[in-house]
């Protein structure tokens, strides 16, 4: 017997998250994670670091409340999002057993993590519209224990319908956890359903810095649900998941200057997504770009294939979703700065 006979089942089968670290590239232009375009200073006090963390540091979890607009008790700090995303499968589902409901094209963590918790996977695919297809995730209700929602949806940008998902925590009251991946909403933060938490205890809504805090190095992220809920996640969490270097950046950033500095970036990324947009459209190798409240836009071109190979002679590093089912020439391209975003320009405006 060899060690790979050792591992479990689940292990043996899974093809790891394809992240943009793991693809890697060559180039100048990093345009393929949603991540920042820049990074900011930050200075660290070692006094305390000789001693455990706080498993919650009370400072970040307090900051964090009041920017989200909920009650500490409802916060958790988790390493990224991502970890919030495999602790409610963690908490929620039983491994061999239970199984969660993703609406695809998503995020493939949600996925990723059920197949590493031995967890099955009901695929209810998004809408011509790309809204979820409401009908058909209520009659899969009484299948699945916990139903990921992304909104912004990456990669497709839209946002889910507030109607639709009031509708869905309704119907799923007693019954089901439904998570709203929020990790792009401070390009639209009118579009937060953290409002729901209070008349919904089945809500569950993810956040992170990597985005819009431009803080994806330090691996923090955030679930805003229930005080139930988030004490149910507390069980399960490790016994310090937050490092004391990573709560003292994080506390900075979500001090009032963090949050005046984290909104002239947002709205410096937003104009220029607002100025590409309107370039692509005038461009005749482009022939969908789709909704843009990320700070992404997934833009479908005549010859996908085509314009992804000249980026990349170009030294530009973008994502491409081309093999995801509905995405067939699609491309996303992580909004960046004026430069980085002139230079996609260019190679675009010499393909004909
Ligand atoms: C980037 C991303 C995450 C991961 O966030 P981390 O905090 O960096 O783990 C989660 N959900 C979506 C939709 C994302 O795009």
Same mark, same amino acid.
Do not use: H
């Given at each position: 017997?060899?060690?790979?006979?050792?591992?479990?089942?689940?292990?043996?089968?899974?093809?790891?998250?394809?992240?943009?670290?793991?693809?890697?590239?060559?180039?100048?232009?990093?345009?393929?994670?949603?991540?920042?375009?820049?990074?900011?200073?930050?200075?660290?006090?070692?006094?305390?670091?000789?001693?455990?963390?706080?498993?919650?540091?009370?400072?970040?979890?307090?900051?964090?409340? %009041?920017? *989200? =607009?909920?009650?500490?008790?409802?916060? /958790? +700090? !988790?390493?990224?999002?991502?970890?919030?995303?495999?602790? @409610? #499968?963690?908490?929620?589902?039983?491994?061999?057993?239970?199984?969660?409901?993703?609406?695809?094209?998503?995020?493939?963590?949600?996925?990723?993590?059920?197949?590493?918790?031995?967890?099955?996977?009901?695929?209810?695919?998004?809408?011509?519209?790309?809204?979820?297809?409401?009908?058909?995730?209520?009659?899969?209700?009484?299948?699945?224990?916990?139903?990921?929602?992304?909104?912004?949806?990456?990669?497709?940008?839209?946002?889910?319908?507030?109607?639709?998902?009031?509708?869905?925590?309704?119907?799923?009251?007693?019954?089901?956890?439904?998570?709203?991946?929020?990790?792009?909403?401070?390009?639209?933060?009118?579009?937060?359903?953290?409002?729901?938490?209070?008349?919904?205890?089945?809500?569950?809504?993810?956040?992170?810095?990597?985005?819009?805090? %431009?803080? *994806? =190095?330090?691996?923090?992220?955030?679930? /805003? +649900? !229930?005080?139930?809920?988030?004490?149910?996640?507390?069980? @399960? #969490?490790?016994?310090?998941?937050?490092?004391?270097?990573?709560?003292?950046?994080?506390?900075?950033?979500?001090?009032?200057?963090?949050?005046?500095?984290?909104?002239?970036?947002?709205?410096?990324?937003?104009?220029?997504?607002?100025?590409?947009?309107?370039?692509?459209?005038?461009?005749?190798?482009?022939?969908?770009?789709?909704?843009?409240?990320?700070?992404?836009?997934?833009?479908?071109?005549?010859?996908?294939?085509?314009?992804?190979?000249?980026?990349?002679?170009?030294?530009?590093?973008?994502?491409?979703?081309?093999?995801?089912?509905?995405?067939?020439?699609?491309?996303?391209?992580?909004?960046?700065?004026?430069?980085?975003?002139?230079?996609?320009?260019?190679?675009?405006?010499?393909?004909?």
């Amino acid at each position: 017997m060899s060690i790979k006979d050792l591992a479990r089942r689940a292990v043996r089968a899974l093809t790891p998250y394809q992240s943009a670290r793991r693809i890697g590239g060559k180039g100048n232009v990093w345009l393929n994670a949603n991540e920042a375009p820049i990074a900011y200073p930050f200075t660290i006090d070692p006094a305390r670091l000789n001693r455990y963390p706080e498993c919650q540091p009370p400072q970040v979890i307090a900051a964090y409340a %009041a920017y *989200a =607009g909920v009650q500490p008790e409802q916060v /958790l +700090a !988790s390493r990224g999002a991502d970890e919030a995303i495999e602790l @409610v #499968i963690r908490t929620f589902c039983e491994a061999g057993q239970d199984q969660v409901l993703i609406c695809p094209p998503t995020y493939g963590m949600y996925a990723i993590s059920a197949e590493t918790c031995g967890v099955g996977i009901v695929e209810v695919p998004l809408k011509p519209s790309r809204q979820p297809d409401w009908s058909e995730i209520k009659s899969r209700l009484s299948d699945v224990k916990v139903v990921f929602l992304c909104s912004p949806n990456n990669p497709t940008g839209d946002l889910v319908g507030r109607d639709g998902l009031i509708n869905l925590l309704e119907a799923a009251t007693d019954r089901a956890l439904i998570v709203v991946d929020e990790a792009y909403i401070e390009f639209c933060p009118e579009a937060s359903v953290v409002d729901l938490i209070a008349r919904y205890p089945n809500l569950v809504v993810t956040r992170t810095l990597s985005k819009a805090f %431009a803080l *994806a =190095g330090i691996r923090c992220g955030f679930t /805003l +649900a !229930s005080q139930e809920v988030i004490g149910m996640l507390a069980k @399960v #969490i490790a016994p310090y998941p937050i490092p004391d270097p990573v709560a003292q950046i994080a506390a900075e950033a979500l001090s009032p200057n963090g949050l005046t500095l984290m909104q002239e970036r947002v709205d410096e990324l937003n104009a220029q997504k607002a100025r590409i947009k309107a370039e692509l459209q005038a461009l005749p190798c482009v022939t969908e770009i789709f909704e843009d409240k990320g700070n992404f836009v997934l833009v479908r071109f005549s010859d996908g294939e085509r314009v992804f190979a000249a980026m990349k002679q170009a030294g530009i590093i973008l994502r491409d979703f081309s093999s995801k089912p509905g995405l067939a020439d699609a491309i996303r391209i992580t909004i960046g700065y004026q430069d980085e975003m002139d230079a996609v320009l260019n190679v675009l405006r010499d393909i004909r």
